[in-house]
């Protein structure tokens, strides 16, 4: 079993920045992606980066490229979601999750999932 505690998050004004985290624990040996997912209300869940845990690679959709940036550190089990230039349409709740396939996109092929954290940008 893989515990993930989400942490940050919260409300900002359109153009600012927040900073999520993801704490990993338990049985994290399987884990090959972390992967960060969103869902405003009446919309599917959907992909918004992801990680290699092993390299680091990373991957982002295309509505938050070069202003979101994901990271791991691997010491620390955490990977954090660097979110800039903040839109409205950003607002949503947002889901850390681990997966045992290593380029993993779809929430379907994820495993375990964080409690979710709440990020409301303002205009």
């Known amino acids: 079993q893989v515990q993930l505690v989400q942490s940050g998050g919260g409300s900002v004004q359109a153009g600012g920045s927040l900073r999520l985290s993801c704490a990993c624990s338990?049985?994290?040996?399987?884990?090959?992606?972390v992967g960060w997912f969103r869902q405003a209300p009446g919309k599917e869940r959907e992909f918004v980066s992801r990680?290699?845990?092993?390299?680091?690679?990373?991957g982002y959709a295309d509505s938050v490229k070069g202003r979101f940036t994901i990271s791991r550190d691997k010491a620390k089990n955490t990977v954090d979601l660097q979110m800039n230039s903040l839109k409205p349409e950003d607002t949503a709740v947002y889901y850390c999750?681990?997966?045992?396939?290593?380029?993993?996109?779809?929430?379907?092929?994820?495993?375990?999932w964080g409690q979710g954290t709440q990020v409301t940008v303002s205009s």
């Open positions: 338990g049985r994290t040996f399987s884990t090959y992606t």
């Open positions: 999750a681990t997966s045992r396939i290593f380029w993993a996109i779809r929430a379907l092929e994820y495993d375990y």
């Open positions: 990680v290699r845990w092993s390299e680091g690679t990373t």
